[in-house]
């Protein structure tokens, strides 16, 4: 259907909706049975059969098992049966952790989905985008992202950027009158909306006439239907690791193959066990356990109310020096209340706190009514008229359902007695001019029962007063003078000092014939009623989290639009403004560059009465002095400063969709406290990332050097390739992932933040590799020795010990990788994961030695009780032996 030439009535009636009460839930579900979900259709993902056989594209895994086809075929069918056993159950643990990593980025992606607000069963109601259905009523404003196609019903000063359909850049005024056209392009339908276009200005409301692949974007979906796979800098760091451990890897295992072929080894079993030693050896599944441990952090961040949307930012979050954060909502509660108004040189007290509209207004001791003081009256009723707040009942409580700002003042007017349906029924709203972060102001043309018209604003009480030229005074109209300008002002720096936020409301009378298109003519020529100061109270545990960021290294700046003596008050209460700390407002940083903020921003903690603009230059300052940013925002004019900081973060709560798209994290609680835990976890994975890479390199490395110097020095195989790859299941799989999921060390909110360019092997983890890797070897082999040469015609014994000592060396040794400083420092118990995973290794192990059955396959006889001390002390020595150097170290 032709939607943009149909009247709104016409379009209502072909998609049987009621403009009024939107669509009933029933008729939704039937509805959607019809058109399905408003998503637009992805490319295929491989099936769980491909991911799985995919598995064994590796070329190692695929040269060993033909070596086992070889093996079967020259009759040697138990260790082909049993070697093709472990490499299937190994795909099927690789196959497991990439279907987790997998559903963990698929959850991420629904949590981060766009939200809309549509009217159900007569509610509007917040919903996830994908559940619209076409009929439903939707309304928007700037910021958002538009949810399906639409035909427009309301459009307020509404500007939509429609680059990403159109190619045109600058943003398309939106009108809601029928249109007749030709051929129209989609940049002609000026009445209509589309899905996935931005509005960056005004409001709106339309009804849905397309989803899913039924809407314009849904025509060029084949262009976002490949997946993009994300990432990181580190992961992309590993992948060439990899390729330079597997040439080491290979060089070192053909050595072994060649020195034992040199002694008289036979050559296929030389063959078989060199692949083996290959496959077990070579960290294939290095970028898989990163992804994998990538994903339990994100998901342990979804847990802390933190959205992570793009995975490099996980990495960059332990990198972070400076958190700029805006006050509202994030340092402070967003739950504003109204506690002083003034007006005409009076100042009144209002009781009660929270969005419970239950209070009175005092003047001094004494109760009064504001309805007796005329300014006053006037300034509640105009408060409250100019706004779009209202407050919800959930749950036996009211629960506020808009800007907390509007909240306050419409929560101020219902204690004077007022009511917004019956000011929605006496004065009519003929026009509305939004708010915005650059004028600092919203207006209203309306008419009043008498046939009165006014222009009703509220804003930034420095801004209305050079917007008027009246005020009211003892209930009059007076001039505007320097004096009263003065004690307006002072009024102003009283209300601030006590850290109250305050918002100025003025008016202006209108003819009744004259007509008003743009705000320059509504926000002029105001007279001025008065303030009302209001506060948002600190969030109890940001205080704290401020302590434990600046213990870190990371310096917090506040950022507000609030006065700059209300913005002082509150960063002393937090902690976050020092003694010796500057604070710059709007002004100051009008007249700057960036090279010249550059030269100060060391000092400033707070920066005050700045628009969203001023962030992109406070952003880029820091950054060019070699900090990494994390930078805080909800609006539409965030998003510059959100997408050029390291790490832009979106409020879940208060942020627009643009802000949310251009941001790698989201905040679900709008809380700072919450960045605090996101850093904190950040570092944690990084952290964890680090402990396997330790663990599965030393590994691998103990279990090279363990064959090579056998054969340098002339015995046999140490162990036998089942063995190789049973050690390799047993100790590489479980317990190296329960590593990603271990708990911060103590200190971890105590280090400086790490530098983002750090190698993996900084701060000697090379060192540790390496060394470990040399102990767990030469023990293993002692162990062997000692027991071959007591009794040299019992090979299968002696390699036994040495497979049960290789095998605890490795899991005693995961525990001395919890901790940078030793395997004393921290509770072997704290991760019940990891005891359970090395309890798991150890019992897999203790199965393959004393199941009979199994031991004609292993090559295992059982092990004497006397010869267990053997084991265990040999494979403990290494961790003890490393953990001995690093206390004699710290005594010196």
């Given amino acids: 259907m032709k939607f943009h030439e149909m009247r709104e009535k016409d379009v ?105 607000t549509a009217l159900r069963d007569g509610t509007w109601t917040r919903i996830p985008s994908k559940e619209l259905v076409p009929g439903d009523i939707v309304k928007f404003q700037s910021g958002d992202r538009i949810g399906a196609d639409l035909r427009l019903l309301e459009s307020n000063n509404l500007e939509i950027e429609e680059s990403a359909l159109t190619g045109e850049s600058l943003p398309v005024s939106k009108m809601t009158e029928v249109l007749q056209h030709a051929s129209p392009t989609l940049g002609d339908l000026e009445n209509m909306a589309f899905m996935g276009t931005m509005v960056t200005r005004g409001n709106g409301i339309g009804i849905v006439t397309g989803t899913g692949m039924n809407t314009a974007m849904g025509q060029i979906a084949h262009l976002l239907q490949e997946v993009q796979i994300l990432q990181t800098p ?57 992804t994998v441990g990538l994903s339990l952090g994100v998901q342990r961040m979804i847990r802390k109310n933190a959205i992570v949307r793009k995975l490099p930012a996980v990495e960059t979050l332990g990198c972070a020096s400076v958190i700029c954060s805006d006050k509202t909502g994030t340092l402070t509660q967003n739950k504003m209340t109204v506690t002083k108004v003034w007006s005409g040189g009076k100042t009144w007290g209002v009781t009660g706190t929270g969005y419970d509209p239950v209070g009175q207004f005092e003047d001094g001791d004494v109760i009064v009514s504001p309805s007796s003081n005329k300014a006053l009256q006037q300034l509640m009723t105009f408060g409250m008229l100019c706004n779009h707040a209202a407050l919800v009942e959930r749950e036996d409580h009211l629960v506020l359902d808009g800007d907390p700002t509007e909240g306050a003042l419409l929560v101020a007017g219902m204690k004077a007695g007022l009511s ?36 009703v604003t509220k804003g930034a009480p420095d801004v209305l007063i050079n917007k008027s030229e009246s005020i009211l005074w003892d209930n009059k109209k007076a001039r505007l003078s320097a004096e009263k300008k003065v004690d307006v002002q002072n009024a102003i720096v009283e209300l601030a000092s006590q850290a109250l936020r305050t918002i100025a409301i003025a008016f202006k009378p209108l003819g009744p014939s004259t007509l008003i298109v ?43 639009g609030d006065h700059v003596i209300t913005a002082k008050a509150i960063a002393k209460q937090l902690g976050i403004l020092k003694e010796k700390d500057l604070v710059l407002d709007g002004e100051a940083l009008n007249d700057m560059s960036v090279e010249e903020l550059k030269d100060i921003v060391e000092d400033v903690s707070v920066f005050a009465r700045v628009s969203p603009e001023h962030k992109l230059k406070i952003v880029k300052a820091l950054q060019q002095n070699g900090h990494i940013v994390a930078m805080t ?42 960045i605090k835990s996101a850093i904190k976890e950040g570092r944690n994975i990084y952290e964890n990332i680090r402990k396997f890479i ?69 701060r000697g983890l090379g060192w540790k590799v390496i060394s470990r890797g040399f102990l767990i070897g030469i023990a293993t082999l002692a162990a062997f020795m000692v027991v071959y040469n007591r009794n040299p015609e019992d090979l299968a014994y002696a390699q036994t010990i040495a497979f049960a000592t290789l095998v605890l060396a490795q899991l005693i040794h995961v525990f001395d990788c919890r901790s940078e400083h030793s395997i004393f420092s921290r509770n072997p118990f704290e991760n019940k994961y990891l005891v359970w995973a090395v309890i798991s290794s150890i019992a897999l192990m203790l199965v393959v030695i004393y199941v009979p059955a199994l031991q004609p396959i292993f090559h295992t006889l059982p092990i004497i009780a006397t010869d267990w001390l053997l084991i265990i002390g040999m494979s403990a020595l290494p961790t003890f032996l490393l953990a001995g150097s690093f206390f004699a170290s710290k005594k010196k």
């Avoid at 709203?429 to 600092?440: C, G, M, N, V």
């Avoid at 043309?445 to 222009?455: E, K, L, Y």
């Avoid at 900081?645 to 679900?668: F, H, N, R, W």
């Avoid at 590994?699 to 190789?724: D, H, K």
């Fill in 12 to 116: 209502a009636d072909a998609l049987q909706t009621n403009v009024e009460e939107g669509l009933s839930s029933s008729f939704v579900k039937e509805r959607r049975k019809q058109v399905g979900y408003n998503e637009l259709a992805e490319g295929k993902k491989p099936s769980a059969i491909l991911l799985f056989l995919g598995q064994f594209k590796d070329f190692m895994v695929l040269v060993l098992l033909a070596a086992t086809l070889v093996s079967g075929l020259l009759g040697e069918y138990i260790d082909a049966i049993a070697i093709m056993a472990i490499v299937i159950v190994n795909a099927i643990m690789g196959f497991v952790q990439e279907q987790r990593a997998e559903k963990s980025l698929d959850a991420l992606k629904q949590l981060s989905a766009p939200q809309v």
């Fill in 234 to 290: 580190l992961q992309h760091r590993l992948e060439q690791l990899g390729k330079i451990l597997i040439t080491a890897a290979l060089g070192l295992t053909i050595l072994v193959v060649l020195l034992g072929i040199l002694q008289g080894q036979e050559l296929f079993t030389m063959f078989v066990a060199g692949v083996s030693l290959a496959v077990a050896a070579i960290p294939e599944g290095l970028p898989a356990i990163v």
């Fill in 633 to 674: 925002g909800d609006g539409v004019n965030d998003a510059p400063a959100i997408k050029t900081a390291d790490i832009g973060i979106a409020m879940g709560i208060t942020g627009t969709d643009v802000t949310k798209e251009a941001s790698s994290l989201i905040l679900l609680d709008d809380n700072f406290a919450t």
């Fill in 694 to 762: 330790r663990y599965l390199l030393a590994s691998n490395v103990g279990e090279i050097l363990v064959m090579l110097f056998a054969m340098l020095l002339g015995l046999p195989l140490p162990l036998v390739a089942i063995q190789i790859l049973w050690v390799n299941l047993v100790t590489d799989g479980l317990p190296a992932m329960a590593l990603g999921m271990d708990q911060p060390e103590g200190d971890v909110m105590k280090r400086k933040p790490r530098h983002p360019k750090e190698g993996v092997f900084s």
């Fill in 420 to 455: 917004k349906e019956s000011l929605l029924k006496q004065f009519i709203i003929e026009r509305e001019f939004p708010f915005d972060s650059t004028r600092k102001m919203m207006s209203m043309v309306v008419r009043d029962a008498n046939g009165q018209r006014f222009v």
């Fill in 518 to 560: 743009t705000e320059e003519e509504a926000e002029k020529e105001l007279v001025f009623i008065g303030l009302q100061g209001m506060i948002d109270p600190p969030r109890p545990e940001v205080k704290q989290a401020v302590k434990e960021c600046s213990q870190a290294g990371i310096k917090t700046v506040m950022i507000t």
